[in-house]
Every structure is written in structure tokens, then in C-alpha cells.
């Protein structure tokens, strides 16, 4: 489940738009290949820069490590166009084994991640860290469809277009597929 919540996670991440610039950047600084936020099966707890968001996510899947992925995120700075952060918060928890769908609130974007691994049900919860920006975001969401299409792939999205940002996520649960 686990495996299958988080191959999912990254597909269907909502993005937000902002109504200014469209510049192209280049592959995002993961740090070296070896550089995870997590190890298997342990939590982690991964927050950007302040004023920056994150605009990568990158994951490799095992099912030997408990079904469970490590996890790897890029930031930048948000555009100018919004402003400085007013506040930053932690949201809900999405718990381990069910079926979710999150964004933050109050107009708020994706700046950190905060996960842990249940091995009984071989999936992980997880919690946004959300900032909001002086100035609001014109947007219009939608799920991206930058997704494995099997649940055991591995994944790297990038945000390739400045005023594009990572607003929340979806995941199913499958039992069988844990």
C-alpha cells in the first residue's frame, strides 16, 4: 500500500498557475544520487528554504524495503509576483492505509513534506507544509499528469515553467497491492 499510495502521490499532485512570467529552467540540483531524505522504512521530515516551495519531487520504489520508496525534493524561490511568505503551517495528517486528496488552504503552496513509514499496513502518512504569500496566487488547479502509470516505477517531476506550483496531492489505497 504503502508503495502504491506514494507512486500515486506524485502522479496526481495538483499544481497552481500564476498569471505572470514563463520562463523555462533548467534540471533541478538534487544534490548527488546518493542524497535521499529518507532511508526505508523510516520517517523523514524534508522543509525548503524560507520563500522558497518545492518544484521537484523525485522517488525510486523497493519492494524488498517493505514496499516503501525513498524520496528526493528540489526547491526555488516563489516569484517575486506573490510576494514575501506571510505564514507558513503544517497540515492535517493523511493517514497510512486509506485513500486521500489534500491541498493546502488558505491559498497556501507546498514547501515541505513530513512523512512516516507504518510497516502493519506497509504504507506511509503524510503531512504538508504549506506556506501563503503576501500577494494571492491568480491559479487555476488541476492533477498533473506526470505520473508512473504502475505503481512500483520510479518518478521524477519537475515544475518546468516558473508560476507553476505544487498546491497538494492524491493517492488511492489498495490492499492487495499495499
Known amino acids: 500500500m504503502d508503495l502504491f499510495l506514494l507512486c500515486v502521490f506524485l502522479p496526481l499532485v495538483t ?3 500564476g498569471q505572470y512570467s514563463d520562463y523555462y529552467y533548467g534540471p533541478y540540483n538534487y544534490g548527488d544520487n546518493d542524497e535521499w531524505v529518507n532511508v526505508y522504512r523510516q520517517g523523514f521530515n524534508f522543509q525548503c ?3 522558497q516551495v518545492i518544484v521537484a519531487v523525485r522517488s525510486v520504489f523497493s519492494k524488498k524495503e517493505g514496499s516503501d520508496r525513498l524520496w528526493n525534493y528540489a526547491c526555488m524561490p ?3 509576483s506573490l510576494g514575501e511568505p506571510t505564514e507558513c503551517w503544517w497540515e492535517e495528517i493523511n493517514r497510512a492505509g486509506t485513500e486521500w486528496y489534500q491541498t493546502c488552504s488558505n491559498n ?9 513509514y507504518f510497516p502493519s499496513v506497509l504504507d506511509r502518512e503524510w503531512q504538508f ?3 501563503r504569500y503576501s500577494r494571492r496566487c491568480p491559479y487555476s488547479c488541476w ?3 506526470e505520473y508512473p502509470g504502475h505503481y512500483g516505477e520510479d518518478m521524477d517531476m519537475m515544475m518546468y515553467t516558473y ?3 505544487i498546491r497538494g496531492a492524491t493517492t488511492t ?3 492487495v497491492d499495499r
Open 129 to 131: 507544509y504549506c506556506c
Open 163 to 165: 508560476d507553476y506550483y
Open 78 to 80: 516563489a516569484s517575486q
Open 143 to 145: 492533477l498533473t499528469t
Open 49 to 51: 528554504p524560507h520563500g
Open 108 to 116: 497556501g503552496l507546498v514547501a515541505g513534506f513530513q512523512s512516516q
Open 15 to 17: 499544481v497552481a498557475w
Open 173 to 175: 489505497f489498495s490492499a
